[in-house]
């Protein structure tokens, strides 16, 4: 499968654990987005990556949540200290020319 | 700021129905305009667009038309199918490559 995949796909945490999902895009596209989703609504914009650059991140990625692509290639997104609003679906994305996206990974913090 | 508006769902229609999900947009600059699909238990995926103004997208059967004087995408199908039920998102981004922003979707539901 070449697609996008996203690891672990579902993650239950308690209150104040670290996270950290794993994102690994078409090997090919240089830019990576990820996003989150909740329950009826339609995807967020967190942040995105060209290559192993940072370019823009969303004022709704707080200082808990840090994102990474250390080589251009997989990237990282951490959330520190979780709290029981960080539940939803985390989305990731990476494109060339046209966005394909992920199954995500869907997070559950009690 | 840069923002979609679709209408809410859920839609229910019966097979073979005809399709509206209306879709409008506030943008700086020029949008590309999207519509995603998501169905149950897969990820997004673009069902069709469309990068200026008058252009219409199209795909498996479903078409939307880039309207600048209205500022309007709206999604339509002649004939759906139970197949078709699904999550459409309507969705725009303001410069090429840059990140999309999503409306909040629009659950429909075909009925055999």
């Known amino acids: 499968d070449t697609g996008v995949s996203q690891d672990p796909r579902h993650k239950i945490t308690k209150r104040g654990q670290n996270v950290t999902f794993r994102c690994d895009p078409i090997s090919e596209h240089n830019r990576l987005y990820w996003y989150r989703q909740t329950l009826g609504q339609g995807p967020e914009f967190l942040t995105y990556?060209?290559?192993?650059?940072?370019?823009?991140k969303s004022r709704l990625l707080s200082d808990r949540f840090s994102a990474e692509r250390p080589k251009g290639s997989f990237s990282t997104l951490e959330i520190q200290r979780t709290e029981q609003g960080d539940s939803a679906m985390y989305l990731c994305?990476?494109?060339?020319?046209?966005?394909?996206f992920g199954e995500g990974s869907r997070l559950t913090v009690l | 700021g840069n923002s979609v508006t679709q209408m809410e769902g859920p839609v229910t229609l019966s097979e073979e129905a005809f399709l509206t999900i209306n879709c409008t947009y506030t943008?700086?600059?020029?949008?590309?305009l999207f519509w995603y699909v998501q169905y149950p238990g897969e990820g997004l995926q673009l069902l069709l667009k469309a990068t200026k103004a008058d252009d219409k997208g199209s795909n498996k059967g479903f078409e939307a038309t880039y309207r600048k004087e209205t500022t309007s995408f709206h999604l339509e199908k002649g004939s759906v199918q139970v197949s078709d039920s699904a999550v459409y998102f309507c969705?725009?981004?303001?410069?090429?490559?840059?990140?999309?922003?999503f409306g909040k979707g629009t659950r429909l539901h075909i009925l055999p």
């Open positions: 943008a700086t600059g020029y949008p590309s």
């Open positions: 990556f060209q290559n192993e650059a940072q370019l823009e």
């Open positions: 994305a990476s494109s060339l020319l046209e966005l394909f």
């Open positions: 969705a725009l981004s303001v410069n090429r490559d840059d990140k999309i922003i």
